[in-house]
């Protein structure tokens, strides 16, 4: 039995109310089968944002004809975890694609054309900032006004004091640390704000590759701390920018 039968026997069987047939079948519609890959294109709809690549195990090729497709059908397109190879390749399709290589990323056009909400992005130091980076990146692609705040970290407390203020402004904090991962638990102790917590892979052998700074955040006393996975810039920006939505849903 195919899907399509499935649903209409649900409505007959009265398993299914009209509405909700109506959503099964909107969505089906909107799903695009490339062979490699099914894509998405009513998760926009669904969740207000649309559907993001991860670029990482994907070939050249793949990328670049999932790219034209998602560019075609809402006129912008977000990868993640993308290679120079991989932005070259959807050159050719997209020319309009743009690329940061320190955050590993590859965008055409904006998901949220009205800046909705202002986003901090603060790292604990420099070599935190590809991952801080892919977090400003994905939270200014999907509407929010981003403000960079980095190597602010509590080795040199002063310089997260000389910057507290113009943080506070922010509706969300994205913090971004490797090493022992202080950062977040001190930014939460000062903040009202909702604090995200990035734990990086930054730091010796015994930061075992950024467990030690997600152990940390996962164990802060701190109030008001929401901690991702390990160099997850990607999905704190992506929050952060759901929460900033959110707050300015009805403004």
């Not at 999907?142 to 997260?160: M, S």
Request: net charge negative.
């Amino acid at each position: 039995m195919d899907r399509m039968e499935e649903v209409l026997r649900g409505l007959s069987e009265g398993r299914l109310s009209v509405e909700e047939v109506k959503g099964l079948l909107a969505a089906a519609d909107e799903t695009e089968e490339l062979g490699f890959a099914r894509l998405d294109h009513g998760r926009r709809r669904r969740k207000g944002f649309p559907e993001v690549i991860f670029c990482q195990g994907k070939t050249e090729a793949q990328v670049a004809e999932i790219f034209a497709r998602f560019t075609a059908h809402d006129a912008c397109a977000f990868g993640t975890r993308a290679s120079e190879a991989q932005y070259q390749a959807v050159l050719e399709k997209s020319p309009e694609a743009q690329y940061s290589r320190t955050a590993r990323i590859i965008w055409t056009g904006k998901a949220g054309a009205e800046k909705k909400g202002r986003v901090a992005v603060m790292t604990g130091g420099t070599a935190d900032l590809p991952v801080a980076e892919e977090a400003a990146l994905t939270a200014e692609f999907f509407g929010a006004e981003v403000y960079r705040f980095f190597d602010v970290g509590i080795a040199g407390i002063h310089r997260l004091f000389s910057v507290i203020d113009e943080v506070r402004r922010c509706d969300v904090v994205v913090a971004a640390a490797g090493m022992e991962g202080a950062l977040p638990s001190v930014a939460a102790g000062l903040l009202d704000s909702p604090v995200i917590a990035v734990p990086t892979s930054v730091g010796y052998g015994a930061s075992f590759g950024g467990l030690a700074s997600l152990l940390t955040m996962l164990n802060s006393c701190a109030e008001g701390i929401t901690v991702v996975n390990i160099d997850n810039g990607f999905g704190a920006g992506y929050s952060a920018a759901q929460i900033c939505r959110a707050i300015h849903r009805d403004k």
